[in-house]
């Protein structure tokens, strides 16, 4: 069972900048990567990476504005949210499933078995 344990959420004006980080209990996670759900919405991709970091997925929402890495030897991922929107506010999960990216067709909720407890990230106006 692989425990993921986000930090990095706060306050910030629109325009502003914040990273999030997510670290799992276990080394070697194939593929890992953030949603999101604002109050009232339905919780929504935000970004993916592989183990190797060489394949990164994105929403057209963020894509330009927010960066997804990670760092294997700290077990730990990354969202570096820039140039933040109020829409952007929501509470943030990490998620991650042991199987790699590129096996997964479609990145949804189903698509991964970890999850976070969540962070959360406000933009005011």
């Known amino acids: 069972q692989v425990q993921l344990e986000e930090s990095g959420g706060g306050l910030v004006q629109a325009g502003g900048s914040l990273r999030l980080s997510c670290t799992a209990s276990?080394?070697?996670?194939?593929?890992m990567g953030w949603f999101r759900q604002a109050p009232g919405k339905e919780r929504e991709f935000v970004a993916a990476i592989s183990y190797s970091g060489v394949r990164t997925y994105l929403a057209d929402s963020v894509k330009g504005r927010f960066t997804i890495s990670r760092d294997n030897a700290k077990n730990t991922v990354y969202l570096q949210m820039n140039s933040l929107k109020p829409e952007d506010t929501a509470v943030y999960y990490c998620?991650?499933?042991?199987?790699?990216?590129?096996?997964?067709?479609?990145?949804?909720?189903?698509?991964?078995?970890?999850w976070g407890q969540g962070t959360q990230v406000t933009v005011s106006s």
């Open positions: 276990e080394r070697a996670v194939k593929s």
């Open positions: 998620a991650a499933v042991q199987v790699p990216l590129n096996t997964i067709v479609l990145i949804t909720l189903n698509a991964m078995k970890y």
